[in-house]
């Protein structure tokens, strides 16, 4: 299986605050590579798919790069409704695997 | 708009088989596009993914190797839903279950509402 990691686990920042966000994959993925935002009590939603791609009604200030093994999530200017925890997921094959998550808090 | 609706019990037995399904509307089970999804959460373990179905002119199932000799994913196109059943269940499976729809490839676009079971006796 093709395990995933996140860094950090968690982060505390501030409304306006630029995050960035890292998933690494232990073997190369390609852009094979998504990203979910999960709210408490609710299902996660899909952010960002093939590495970069906003999925529709997503806002502009989330984005996605990266290739191979080394990924990024970056919100440009954190807004209220972003606190939350964001997951990674590869898609370049089965088993598809999550990372562990990062959860984003009020500084 | 797709909506999947979870459903089935939320206590199973140690030894017993756990089965939801997840109902779909706005969309067929059947469609060429969609490929429906089980993935599980827990502290323990995170998110998991079980397994999927989908129908390309027959039906198609992968499943996580970790599960592969205990669980099953089948669909019901007379109900449009598509269903788990995992067998020989322990504590560790124990988890708040989601069914999720790929629609645009090897992502999960739509989720289920999420149905948490517990294995206890």
């Known amino acids: 299986d093709i395990q995933m990691t996140q860094s950090p686990s968690s982060l505390s920042a501030s409304v306006g605050d630029r995050v960035t966000i890292t998933c690494r994959a232990s073997q190369s993925i390609g852009t094979y590579l998504n990203w979910y935002q999960q709210k408490a009590g609710n299902a996660p939603r899909l952010l960002i798919y093939?590495?970069?791609i906003l999925q529709g009604g997503v806002p502009s200030r989330f984005s996605g790069s990266g290739s191979g093994t080394d990924f990024t999530l970056t919100i440009s200017s954190l807004q209220p409704e972003d606190f939350a925890t964001y997951y990674c997921q590869q898609s370049y094959g089965t088993p598809f695997t999550f990372g562990p998550g990062t959860k984003v808090d009020i500084k | 708009q797709v909506q999947l609706q979870q459903s089935g019990p939320g206590l199973v037995k140690p030894s017993q088989t756990l089965s939801l399904t997840c109902a779909i509307s706005g969309d067929s089970v059947t469609s060429n596009s969609g490929v429906w999804n089980w993935i599980r959460q827990s502290p323990s373990r995170g998110l998991e993914w079980l397994g999927r179905?989908?129908?390309?002119?027959?039906?198609?199932?992968d499943y996580a190797p970790s599960l592969k000799s205990r669980i099953s994913i089948n669909a019901d196109p007379s109900k449009n839903q598509f269903s788990l059943r995992l067998n020989s269940v322990t504590p560790e499976d124990t988890a708040l279950y989601f069914c999720?729809?790929?629609?645009?490839?090897?992502?999960?676009?739509?989720w289920g509402q999420g149905s948490l079971v517990t294995v206890s006796s």
């Open positions: 999720a729809k790929d629609s645009i490839g090897f992502s999960f676009d739509y």
């Open positions: 179905t989908y129908y390309r002119s027959k039906w198609f199932h």
């Open positions: 093939g590495t970069s």
